[in-house]
């Protein structure tokens, strides 16, 4: 009986984790394409040098948050033998996830600052 109620339990968290690889990868592919079509070459130039320093660390941020998540996702490629593999497997999916989801919180945050710079200055 037990060993059936984990092995539900397991089959679940794959399930879960397999739909939250599906949100990062989609989160993966975002990101850039919203920085690029957002960050022309022109805006970092003009502006305040703390107003550039805070652009210049969110995109950082942001980036080095998409490298980490791209990372850990990369790492559930391989293939999954024991059930201790497939929880360091789920955990990694979760983690990049996690990621994912900082370096599109550094993107709003840098889309939020531009909007209030544009306000205020404007």
Not at 15 to 34: N, S
Not at 43 to 58: M, V
Not at 84 to 106: N, P
Request: charged share 20%.
């Amino acid at each position: 009986m037990l060993k059936n109620h984990l092995r539900r339990d397991l089959q679940w968290l794959k399930r879960q984790a397999r739909k939250d690889r599906r949100i990062t990868v989609v989160l993966l592919a975002g990101v850039p394409a919203a920085w690029v079509r957002q960050l022309p070459p022109s805006d970092l130039l003009g502006g305040s040098p703390i107003l550039l320093a805070l652009s210049l660390g969110l995109l950082g941020g942001s980036a080095a948050a998409w490298l980490m998540s791209a990372y850990l996702v990369t790492r559930t490629l391989k293939a999954r033998r024991e059930p201790a593999e497939e929880l360091r497997w789920i955990s990694r999916i979760g983690r990049g996830k996690e990621w994912a989801f900082c370096s599109l919180s550094a993107y709003v945050a840098w889309h939020l600052l531009q909007f209030v710079t544009a306000v205020v200055l404007g």
